[in-house]
């Protein structure tokens, strides 16, 4: 059986992924496309769990690490409880955020370093990473203005951070994508939302 293929979407906080990501798996279902589209942290009962406790606005006392250790366990179970089983089956699995989520946060934002952020999501991923990675590029104040006018939006833990923590999390993302141009490919998420689908669907068109 063909292996299925792993797409990933990120972003600073407000880029609208959700969104984007509704429309894209709408389109690749209608060419008759087996499609699982899923989440980080979180999709699998185990893991969204773990997503509670991290994203709870009460656990302002969290430190760096516990954080970053929490995301690379909930990343595990979810990649072996829901990812590789529907890529063994031959799926497209669309995941909102990965691995490069923690790297951009943890890694650059809260400052533990990428390379040290990496290691522990070595041991998590076992090899696996995404076949292509869209990176929705907002600017912070953008995104987060979004957020404050978006009313059905739950606010967590992470949209309560200073402004200079998602100006940071945006050159992570920067960086990754300097470092991988032919995994991760940046999207202006500012467009309309038809645009952006529409840049989006030539990117993975041209890959799949």
């Not at 467009?191 to 952006?196: F, K, L, P, S």
Request: proline share 3%.
């Amino acid at each position: 059986m063909e292996k299925g293929l792993f797409l990933t979407f990120e972003g600073g906080e407000g880029a609208g992924k959700t969104t984007l990501i509704n429309g894209v798996v709408e389109a690749l279902r209608n060419r008759g496309r087996n499609v699982l589209s899923t989440r980080e942290p979180g999709g699998s009962p185990i893991a969204e769990l773990i997503r509670g406790v991290i994203l709870d606005k009460n656990n302002t006392a969290m430190d760096a690490r516990t954080e970053a250790l929490l995301y690379a366990a909930a990343r595990r179970q979810h990649l072996v409880e829901i990812v590789l089983p529907a890529l063994e089956r031959g799926d497209i699995v669309i995941c909102d955020r990965f691995v490069d989520s923690s790297l951009a946060y943890q890694g650059h934002s809260r400052g533990l370093g990428i390379a040290e952020v990496r290691s522990i999501n070595d041991f998590a991923i076992d090899g696996v990473m995404p076949n292509l990675t869209i990176w929705m590029d907002i600017s912070p104040e953008a995104g987060l203005a979004r957020i404050n006018s978006a009313k059905v939006r739950e606010v967590n833990r992470l949209d309560l951070e200073e402004l200079t923590f998602h100006e940071r999390v945006r050159e992570g993302y920067q960086l990754l994508m300097a470092n991988e141009p032919e995994r991760i490919i940046r999207v202006n998420a500012e467009q309309t939302v038809e645009n952006v689908l529409r840049d989006v669907m030539e990117i993975i068109n041209q890959r799949i």
